[in-house]
């Protein structure tokens, strides 16, 4: 069976900094095949990368899945809902950097589903440690 993959809940989970199950696996059938690592099983670092010829130097799309801590009850919206009202996305994260994440998968899956012929390989990285939590991030 097929999992739900409304653009919500993939966002969600893809930029959630924690293993990715669903998002994964909602790329409209599209392969684009991941590695994923950290010490820490509960926020994990995924790297794709697609191939080229090699002609130029590689290309990193990055942006990082962690957000600050936040306090509930100052916000109208749940904090890690990613709700959508007045044509706007509300959620820990919207902003920084998650929007980031959103448009470096989208641009690898676009690349893969348009076979796009590329002269370096285009890799993209969602690393869990950013603000503040560099131990389960990159160095």
Same mark, same amino acid.
């Given at each position: +069976?097929?999992?739900?993959?409304?653009?919500? &809940?993939?966002?969600?989970? %893809? !930029? #959630?900094?924690?293993? &990715?199950?669903?998002?994964?696996?909602? #790329? *409209? $059938? !599209?392969?684009?095949?991941?590695?994923?690592? *950290? &010490?820490?099983? *509960?926020? /994990?670092?995924?790297?794709?990368?697609?191939?080229? *010829?090699? %002609?130029?130097?590689?290309?990193?799309? +990055?942006?990082?899945?962690?957000?600050?801590? /936040? =306090? &509930?009850?100052?916000?109208?919206?749940?904090?890690?809902? %990613?709700?959508?009202?007045?044509?706007?996305?509300?959620?820990?994260?919207?902003? =920084?950097?998650?929007?980031? /994440?959103?448009? %470096?998968?989208?641009?690898?899956?676009?690349?893969?589903?348009?076979? /796009?012929?590329?002269?370096? =390989?285009?890799?993209?990285?969602? @690393?869990?440690? =950013? @603000?503040?939590? !560099?131990?389960? $991030?990159?160095?």
């Amino acid at each position: +069976m097929r999992p739900s993959c409304g653009w919500t &809940p993939a966002i969600r989970q %893809a !930029t #959630s900094g924690r293993p &990715p199950s669903t998002w994964s696996r909602c #790329s *409209n $059938g !599209t392969a684009l095949a991941s590695s994923r690592s *950290n &010490p820490n099983p *509960n926020r /994990v670092n995924v790297v794709a990368r697609l191939k080229g *010829n090699g %002609a130029k130097r590689p290309l990193l799309l +990055m942006a990082h899945t962690d957000v600050v801590t /936040v =306090d &509930p009850r100052k916000w109208t919206f749940p904090p890690f809902s %990613a709700t959508r009202d007045g044509g706007y996305v509300y959620g820990r994260g919207a902003i =920084d950097d998650k929007d980031n /994440v959103v448009a %470096a998968l989208m641009t690898m899956l676009m690349l893969k589903r348009l076979n /796009v012929p590329l002269d370096r =390989d285009v890799i993209f990285l969602a @690393e869990a440690g =950013d @603000e503040g939590t !560099t131990r389960v $991030g990159i160095q």
